[in-house]
């Protein structure tokens, strides 16, 4: 996730690489609305089980794995 003053870029990847092969690429969303907190306010919640407060109705898990995280202001 780079997260900048007017947009945040959200990139989900196959792979360990800090920076991605273009071919490793499963997602990627820019978000440019009017709710990107001011800098100061910055706050990171990774939820990757639930949508709308509802677990998935299989019942089955999935799995992701952060390799390492860091904060640069």
């Known amino acids: ?3 900048q003053s007017n947009r945040v870029i959200f ?3 196959n792979g360990w690489s ?3 092969a273009s ?3 499963i997602y990627q969303w820019t978000y440019t609305g ?3 907190p001011s800098p100061g306010q910055e706050r990171v919640h990774i ?3 639930l949508l709308n407060g509802n677990a998935p109705m299989s019942g089955n898990g999935d799995e992701m794995v952060i390799n390492s995280f860091s904060f640069q202001p």
């Open 1 to 3: 996730m780079q997260w």
């Open 18 to 20: 800090s920076t991605p």
């Open 11 to 13: 990139t989900a990847w």
């Open 47 to 49: 939820n990757v089980w």
């Open 34 to 36: 009017t709710d990107i």
């Open 23 to 25: 071919g490793d690429i």
